[in-house]
């Protein structure tokens, strides 16, 4: 399953499919990326990040890819399980000094069974 | 691992009251970050402090303040609460050179 657009806010994948997250994000200038995946009533989880410097990178079961072109950025999951269901936020640093994240919309995924 | 600890977990007050929410970051971490995330919504960045010193500030109400101690942990006062600040806060920590920011469980804030 995949989302596109901007604030698709949901996604239903099938369990042991693979799933696609988009996010677009705003400031072309932004230097470092990361996906955080939240649970109800739970702080953001850590899953993935990415420098600008780069265009894919790969962990356990997910993916990310940075397209700076078109300013895209999406998390692949691979073999999703239920455990997987969750929101999940991309975020961006702004380069410079600052270093706080501006989140981006979430996306809910549901895995079916 | 240890991670970032905030407490209390869930606070109830009144409009107009105080309330006190603390963060204490993993260990050597000595960057902090507080962000306000309403009921549906993204987090949004409210404040950073490094080495005890404010770092950055985002849409921080100027009814609340914040400050990190000499042991790092930090603590976000809020004042004359409104039925909109309402939201989960949470507290995030990193080492002063990486990006990576780790999130505590955060604290549920609910105004009557």
């Known amino acids: 399953g995949e989302s596109v657009g901007l604030h698709l806010p949901t996604l239903s994948v099938q369990e042991g499919d693979n799933s696609i997250i988009n996010c677009a994000y705003s400031?072309?200038?932004?230097?470092?990326f990361i996906w955080y995946k939240q649970e109800s009533g739970k702080g953001p989880q850590f899953i993935i990040d990415?420098?600008?410097?780069?265009d894919k990178r790969q962990g356990q079961r997910v993916t990310v890819l940075l397209n700076k072109t078109v300013k895209h950025l999406s998390l692949q999951i691979a073999a999703t399980q239920p455990g997987d269901s969750a929101v999940y936020f991309c975020?961006?640093?702004?380069?410079?000094?600052?270093?706080?994240?501006?989140f981006g919309s979430g996306t809910q995924l549901t895995v079916l069974p | 691992a240890a991670g970032v600890i905030q407490s209390p977990r869930h606070l109830i007050k009144e409009k107009r009251e105080t309330a006190t929410l603390k963060c204490y970051p993993i260990?050597?971490?000595?960057?902090v970050y507080w962000y306000q995330q309403g009921p549906g919504q993204d987090p949004q960045f409210l404040i950073s402090?490094?080495?005890?010193?404010?770092?950055d500030k985002g849409s921080i109400p100027d009814r609340f303040s914040a400050q990190q101690f000499s042991d790092y942990h930090s603590e976000l006062n809020m004042s004359s609460l409104e039925l909109g600040d309402s939201a989960l806060y949470f507290c995030a920590s990193s080492p002063r050179d990486r990006d990576r920011q780790y999130f505590g469980p955060g604290t549920r804030l609910t105004v009557t």
């Open positions: 990415i420098r600008s410097n780069m």
């Open positions: 400031n072309s200038a932004s230097d470092y």
């Open positions: 402090f490094y080495e005890k010193m404010q770092s």
């Open positions: 975020a961006e640093k702004r380069g410079g000094s600052a270093r706080q994240l501006t």
């Open positions: 260990p050597r971490h000595d960057t």
